[in-house]
């Protein structure tokens, strides 16, 4: 069964600290990794997919990196308006291979 | 941009009652999904629909069915709605292929 495995589960910093969030995955063969930004209230937004280890993409403060085993999910300077829940999806090869399994996410708070 | 809308974004419903939640994307896309979210549970994967009339079950079919009649439109019904189906209920839509998922607001359903 496919697991995936977010932490810290919460997460407190100061405006302009950087850090990272963590995506443990287990999968019989990936075949996508998805990061998501939800806010209260609303539903998941997109950021971005990574196929394979090694893969890195970025958007204004976020990167987000893939080995074989995690993914990162690192915030250069946030702001507050970075606060959210951050959700890492993951997508397996074969089978039902539309479903994505979420992890329980990470909710981010930056203080000013 | 991708353009995914649910009907309320807030429903209060009566235990026995039949309830429709409707999803609507605006992008062609042949994939379309309904999810609940619950606190501690993450997302759950109700019911998959592949093309118009096809539908898969997820990992928590139970008690829901579903209605794709027209491409761009994907129905879930609660047969007789019960307290333990008060959720968050978020429908989502992807073009064929590994491509990432769009989600629509969410309908938060209380049902009393």
């Known amino acids: 069964e496919d697991q995936v495995t977010q932490s810290p589960e919460a997460l407190r910093l100061q405006e302009g600290e950087s850090s990272s969030l963590n995506c443990s995955y287990t999968?019989?063969?990936?075949?996508?990794l998805f990061w998501y930004r939800q806010d209260p209230g609303k539903g998941p937004e997109f950021l971005f997919t990574l196929y394979s280890a090694g893969e890195e993409k970025e958007k204004e403060r976020l990167k987000a990196t893939l080995t074989k085993k995690e993914s990162f999910l690192h915030i250069t300077a946030p702001k507050p308006e970075d606060s959210a829940t951050y959700l890492c999806?993951?997508?397996?090869?074969?089978?039902?291979?539309?479903?994505?399994?979420f992890g329980k996410g990470t909710l981010l708070t930056v203080n000013p | 941009d991708v353009k995914v809308t649910q009907s309320s974004r807030y429903l209060v419903k009566r235990t026995g009652e039949k309830v429709f939640l409707e999803c609507v994307q605006d992008?062609?896309?042949?994939?379309m999904f309904w999810y609940r979210q619950d606190p501690g549970l993450g997302l759950r994967l109700i019911y998959f629909?592949?093309?118009?009339?096809?539908?898969e079950k997820g990992d928590i079919p139970e008690g829901y069915s579903v209605s794709r009649e027209k491409k761009e439109r994907f129905s879930l019904i609660l047969e007789s709605a019960s307290t333990n189906q008060t959720s968050m209920y978020l429908c989502a839509s992807m073009v064929a292929g590994d491509y990432e998922q769009y989600f629509g607001p969410g309908t938060r359903l209380t049902v009393t």
């Open positions: 999968v019989s063969g990936l075949r996508g």
């Open positions: 992008m062609d896309h042949e994939n």
């Open positions: 999806a993951v997508r397996r090869s074969g089978g039902s291979n539309y479903k994505l399994t």
């Open positions: 629909s592949y093309d118009v009339k096809m539908k």
